[in-house]
């Protein structure tokens, strides 16, 4: 079926009629900032929900099409902020399959970045649209226009309370604090920003909730540059069974024998380890050869983070000793036990390797910090 000519909802009480109930909502910008598309309803019995991404809530997850509520969100964009970007196209979609059920449904984007930082932007800043597309392909669009500053803009709502009418497609144009939006919308009053964290600056540090299973380490960029993930680490040392020897076992005592020394290591491109063996620490493969741009990733899993005493995430560039590893647009994702946690990678300062981030378990518990350090020279360890 041909598609029609796009709808413009451009003011703020603008309203539109849906003709079918099964729809695609995406969310699409070009600032260098992470948005998060959501949605929060209310049924026509009056129970209420939300479709996001499970990092915001334990109570919610990113939906379903084959059950209730009749809706899933894609891929997180997961786009760092930058003060320079390529200006290329970030898109977030969410399915609606029905909405028989919904007597409300509002459509939200959540400017992570700023609200991770208690910080208050502008939508119109972000160059930003929404678009939702019906089955027969009528098509609507909601502008980013607000200039008023808050988290989140609730640019859209669905009613459906008559069944007669069917949806109808309203313009909100409102611009809420987190504070606000967990007041104002139904099924928001539970969303929250600990499990999913960014450490924007040099120094600052988030704990590892839950390491009880493989934590996973992602680089990310998008010049047009060949980087490479090494990981340096070192392992708690092995206190050996047993006591110190034959005269402390017969008069039951004397001190306990010295626990050897932490094994150390490095895993990269040519030795990239193991998982389910020391060093637990396992890197998949090597990307980005021969320089090219677009989404470029590489991953380093942890299967054992108890056994690491500390580790350091780093990124080495072949071949370009002064490079400027914050012009790269990249980040480093870690995720363990539902929880994301990103480093941006910011260090301007030449060199050929840089320390973007360390996993310091040398105390209660594991902690992801910030490093962001450039050198000439391949790093070691222990950090300072």
């Not at 709808?7 to 703020?12: D, V």
């Not at 502008?122 to 678009?131: H, I, L, P, S």
């Not at 949806?167 to 611009?175: A, D, I």
């Not at 260090?347 to 040398?362: K, L, M, T, V």
Request: aromatic share 6%.
């Amino acid at each position: 079926m041909a598609a029609l000519d796009p709808i413009a909802l451009s003011e703020r009480g603008a309203k539109q009629h849906m003709m079918v109930s099964e729809l695609t909502v995406t969310l699409s910008w070009r600032a260098q900032v992470d948005l998060d598309l959501m949605a929060f309803y209310r049924t026509k019995s009056g129970d209420v929900g939300a479709v996001h991404s499970p990092l915001y809530s334990s109570k919610s997850a990113a939906g379903a099409l084959d059950a209730f509520p009749f809706m899933q969100l894609g891929e997180d964009a997961g786009v760092v902020a930058r003060k320079r970007g390529d200006g290329s196209e970030k898109r977030e979609t969410l399915k609606i399959k029905r909405l028989d059920d919904i007597a409300e449904l509002y459509l939200v984007a959540m400017n992570f970045t700023d609200a991770a930082r208690n910080h208050a932007s502008a939508f119109v800043e972000f160059d930003g649209q929404v678009q939702i597309e019906a089955r027969d392909g009528q098509r609507v669009t909601v502008v980013l226009a607000s200039k008023e500053q808050g988290a989140a803009a609730v640019f859209a709502r669905i009613e459906h309370s008559n069944a007669l009418i069917g949806p109808v497609l309203h313009n909100e144009s409102r611009v809420l604090t987190l504070d606000a939006l967990r007041a104002q919308l139904p099924g928001a009053k539970d969303l929250s920003l600990a499990s999913k964290l960014l450490l924007q600056s040099k120094g600052d540090s988030a704990p590892l909730l839950d390491a009880s299973g493989v934590v996973r380490a992602t680089l990310r960029w998008r010049a047009s540059v060949d980087l490479d993930l090494h990981c340096f680490y070192t392992l708690k040392p092995e206190r050996p069974s047993g006591g110190g020897g034959f005269f402390s076992k017969l008069f039951g005592g004397g001190e306990p024998a010295p626990a050897a020394p932490g094994e150390s290591g490095h895993v990269y491109f040519r030795q990239r380890g193991a998982l389910a063996e020391a060093p637990f620490v396992f890197l998949d493969k090597d990307s980005g050869i021969g320089d090219r741009g677009g989404d470029n990733e590489e991953n380093i899993a942890f299967g054992k983070v108890e056994r690491l005493e500390q580790a350091i995430i780093v990124a080495n560039i072949f071949n370009k000793p002064n490079a400027s590893f914050g012009s790269y647009d990249g980040s480093v994702i870690l995720r363990a036990g539902g929880q994301e946690i990103e480093v941006p990678l910011t260090e301007r300062a030449p060199g050929a390797w840089c320390i973007i981030a360390q996993i310091d378990n040398r105390g209660a518990v594991p902690t992801i910090v910030n490093i962001n350090q450039t050198q000439t020279t391949r790093p070691e360890l222990p950090l300072s």
